[in-house]
């Protein structure tokens, strides 16, 4: 098992900056691709973001690309996603996902196995 846990979310201006964190422990980290999903009321699950288990490939979403930024420190069993120029579509609970899938990356969410409890960003206008 993998145990994930986010931390960072907040309230925030349009055009302001979150830093998204994502601590793991449990399994070795290393062996996972990381993602960052987010979900707004009344809408389906969203991909963000995804790193592969090294760091060194990253795939955004077209919504957030050129404004958000995923990365991972493995030797602190940490995913981090940088979030800047928020808009209020932004808007969203932000959950981190693990997942054995690979090499290629996915943005399916029923392929990633473990999750995190979310945590909630508000961007206002």
């Known amino acids: 098992q993998v145990q994930l846990v986010e931390s960072g979310g907040g309230l925030v201006q349009a055009g302001g900056s979150l830093r998204l964190s994502c601590a793991a422990s449990g399994r070795i980290f290393s062996n996972y691709a990381m993602g960052w999903f987010r979900q707004a009321p009344g809408k389906e699950r969203e991909f963000v973001a995804a790193v592969t288990r090294s760091g060194g490939s990253t795939w955004n979403a077209d919504s957030v690309k050129g404004r958000f930024t995923i990365s991972r420190d493995n030797a602190k069993n940490t995913v981090y996603l940088e979030m800047n120029s928020l808009k209020p579509e932004d808007t969203a609970v932000y959950y981190c996902?693990?997942?054995?899938?690979?090499?290629?990356?996915?943005?399916?969410?029923?392929?990633?196995?473990?999750w995190g409890q979310g945590t909630q960003v508000t961007v206002s206008s």
């Open positions: 996902a693990g997942t054995t899938f690979g090499p290629l990356l996915t943005s399916t969410p029923t392929r990633y196995q473990y």
